[in-house]
Structures are given as structure tokens and as C-alpha cells.
């Protein structure tokens, strides 16, 4: 099978809600499940990060339909690139909002990989990005109290 890893940020259209998040979480998890994607959404200040893998066609189906949504823009395809396995096999999709994890620990771990404490992963490499969203990873599953409540 030919395994692909997608990467890209895009800038959410309006201030989403737990609930909004909460909706784009459901649906994707039952649409990746039927097509065998995995990975990790992360937002913050506007900002979505997102990591798709899977099988080449249905990555790219599955991004295609995701960057005609009309809840965020400007989508910056960060990275596509074949891979010898999943990172994030146990995630259909993740949601994690990172203003709700610990202040201290995000705004470290988000200059730890970016020029400034804000979150802007357009201005990320595909490196930094793959670091940071496996630290995000763990540290949402490190701890039960950081888990976003759907
Ligand atoms: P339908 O449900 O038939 O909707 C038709 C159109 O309306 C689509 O363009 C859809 O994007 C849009 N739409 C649907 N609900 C809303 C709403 N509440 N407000 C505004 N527009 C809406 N889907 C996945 O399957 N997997 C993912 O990993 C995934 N990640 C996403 C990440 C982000 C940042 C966003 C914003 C959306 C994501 N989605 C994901 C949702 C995806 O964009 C589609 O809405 C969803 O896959 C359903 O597609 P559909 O063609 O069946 O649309």
C-alpha cells in the first residue's frame, strides 16, 4: 500500500467554538474510519494544523474535500510525502484545541519550534510541524485534566 503523510495549516473563517471543533471532530472521525486515515488536528489564535495519513488516493481525496470547506482559508500545503508508517495509527482524528492545554507548557512548546510564542505554523517546516504535533500528542495523552472534553 502506498502510504502518504499530508501536512497543511489554514486560518480558521471565524472564532470556533467547543462545539464547532466538536462537529468537525465527529464527522471527520467517521469519514477517516470508512477511509482508513488517521492523524491530528490541532488549532489555536485561528489557526488550524492538521496531519493527514493514509493511502496516497484517499489523503488526497480526503484534503481536497477538506480544503473547500468554507470554515477556514488559506490553506499552505506544508508537506506530502510517502511514508513507511503511521505516526498517529491509533487517531482517526484528533481534535485539540491548545488553548486548552496548560498556558505555560503550550506557549513553550510553541517557541521550542517557531520565531515566536504565538502560534503561526505557516511559518513552521514540515519538521518542526511533525515535532510539535508529536509533542502536542503526547502531552494530550500524558494527562487526563488536558483531555478536551467532547
Ligand atoms: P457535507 O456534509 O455534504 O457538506 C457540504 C459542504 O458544506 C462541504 O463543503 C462542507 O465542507 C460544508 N460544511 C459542512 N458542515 C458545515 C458547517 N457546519 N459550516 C460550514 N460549512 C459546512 N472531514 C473529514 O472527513 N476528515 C477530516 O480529517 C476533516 N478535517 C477537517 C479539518 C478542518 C480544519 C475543517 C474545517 C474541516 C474538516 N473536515 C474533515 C470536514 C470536511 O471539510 C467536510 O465538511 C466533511 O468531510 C463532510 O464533507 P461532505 O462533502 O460530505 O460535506
Avoid at 503523510?5 to 466538536?22: C, G, H, I, K, M
Wanted: glycine letters at 4%; a negative charge.
Amino acid at each position: 500500500m502506498n502510504l502518504y503523510r499530508l501536512v497543511y495549516s489554514s486560518q480558521a473563517s471565524l472564532e470556533l467554538s467547543p462545539e464547532n471543533l466538536q462537529e468537525i471532530s465527529t464527522v471527520s472521525q467517521k469519514n477517516n474510519q470508512l477511509d482508513g486515515i488517521t492523524g491530528l488536528l490541532c488549532y489555536s489564535d485561528l489557526m488550524f494544523l492538521q496531519i493527514l495519513e493514509g493511502e496516497h488516493q484517499q489523503v488526497s481525496k480526503t484534503y481536497h474535500r477538506i480544503v473547500g470547506d468554507k470554515r477556514h482559508h488559506t490553506p499552505i500545503l506544508i508537506e506530502c510525502v510517502p511514508i513507511k508508517n503511521r505516526l498517529f495509527e491509533i487517531w482517526s482524528m484528533q481534535t485539540i484545541s491548545l488553548s486548552d492545554l496548560a498556558d505555560s507548557q503550550m506557549s513553550t512548546l510553541i517557541l521550542k519550534y517557531s520565531g515566536s510564542p504565538k502560534f503561526k505554523p505557516n511559518g513552521m517546516s514540515p519538521c518542526q510541524c511533525l515535532n510539535f504535533m508529536q509533542e502536542v500528542a503526547n502531552i494530550y495523552q500524558l494527562s487526563d485534566t488536558l483531555a478536551i472534553d467532547f
